[in-house]
């Protein structure tokens, strides 16, 4: 519409020239830091009242800035070193990214990243560093059987294929037959083949082989990825907190029911809601007493935690913040099956 992208236009500029004279309310922390960040105040709130001041607003600064482009390395088919080459070949400014062995930054774009011969080959995949730890606090085994529910396009289930170096067997779920479609052109593009995609949903899922790891990504709010959305924000409320916690309660004790004796289940969100992490897995604790919390902050020694995180790593579940680490938010919880003997 021309009229109103003129108008949009024109109330931005007088913005832009009126910037020293716009007030702002000084008396309310949270209405001040709702409308210099532009996030609802509801949601600010919220986070004042479980995180404080500074990493509240951490989260509002991170928002606001342009999500950062990250490449997972496909250590199948290249190294990280020659990966950077065969890009700036290809007019992609690129360079190591300092969290993570497996990931590089772009810098500038010379082209869509899908129309570059490297791309077609395989030789990487785009995904954030916070959910590259997902599959390094799992740490699967070449030759296992990992079960990834809720698998979505397969970020995560290629990055076990590749952990695993190809080998073993990997089972995803999801009750999205175009994700699936994905994942299954994600995973032939990458040069992998021990993936099965399976149209299901798993609270309905009857099997009968076990597995040695198991990664549950659940749906969720998503409060940890709102810079990829400018709207997203806006089109949350209070209630969406905790819609879904039912719902997620429900997967966790339906993929408990997939691991083994001493075999590993990791529970993931992208939000750092606790209602929909802490909360979730201490009440799965407490109602499921063959399962217990195992620490995996040597699974991501290369990632620079702090003291404070280190401990919760340690402790078994870790939250990542948005813009802590110059990353996306991430839970993680790592919960063990008991010995039954």
Known sequence: NQNLSKLVNGVLRNIIRNLDNISYPQENKAEYLSIYYSHPEWLVERLLDDYGTSICEQFLIYNNQRPAVTLRVNNLKINRADLIKELENEGIECEINDLSPYAINITKLGKALDDTTAYKKG????QNVASMLAVSILDPEPNEVVYDLCSGVGGKATHLAQYMMNQGTIHCYDIYEQKLNLLNRNAKRLGIDIITTHLQDILEL????????????????????????????????????TEL???????????SELVKNNGY??????????????????KFIKEFNNFELVGFKDN??????????????????????PGQYRTDGMFYALLKRKDAN
């Open 245 to 255: 916690t039912d719902l997620q309660i429900k997967l966790l004790v339906k993929a």
């Open 265 to 282: 289940l990791l529970y993931a969100t992208c939000t750092i809601n606790k209602a929909e992490n802490e909360e979730i897995v201490n």
């Open 206 to 241: 009857d099997v009968k082989e076990v597995a040695d790891k198991v990664l549950l990504d659940v749906p969720c709010s998503g409060l940890g990825v709102l810079n990829r959305r400018a709207d997203l924000r806006w089109n949350k409320e209070p209630q969406h907190l």
């Open 300 to 321: 991501i020694a290369y990632f620079p935690l702090n003291k404070h995180d280190q401990l919760k790593a340690e402790q078994g579940m870790l939250t990542i913040f």
């Open 123 to 126: 030789y990487f995949y785009i």
